[in-house]
């Protein structure tokens, strides 16, 4: 994984153990697909489910999903990072990649950055 974008120069990696938030949610995504293989698959097939067949799909999925959903798993919990704790000047990355309201947010706070009265 690039450690910035390649764009406005996010870094991802906004502080250490910034991807244990995603960990949580590939596993989260994983254990939801496994359990609703085993409910979904006993539950269609009853009363004679074929238990090794339904196990073989879990356990494959159990290992499959969490590769799978790697990538997307960082990009949502970066999304979720930057949701609950807005860019600051010191996530370098480069000013005119900075939302307009931001800027006059951060103007506005007493002690800000900005020229405005
Ligand atoms: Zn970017």
Redesign the pocket.
């Known amino acids: 994984m690039a450690p910035r ?1 390649s ?2 120069g ?1 870094v991802f990696q906004r502080e250490p153990g910034q991807w244990l938030g995603s960990w949580f949610l590939n596993i989260c995504l994983a254990q939801t697909v496994v359990v609703l293989i085993l409910v979904l698959g006993v539950g269609f097939s009853w009363p004679d489910p074929p238990i090794v067949a339904i196990s073989l799909a879990a356990a494959v999925a159990a290992v499959a999903v969490p590769f799978a959903f790697f990538p997307w798993s960082r990009t949502l919990w970066l999304a979720i990072d930057l949701a609950m704790r807005p860019l600051g000047f010191d996530d370098g990355v480069a000013p005119g ?1 900075e939302l307009q309201d931001d800027l006059d947010r951060l103007r506005d706070e007493p002690g800000g950055h900005g020229t405005a009265a």
């Open positions: 974008c764009t406005c996010l990649f």
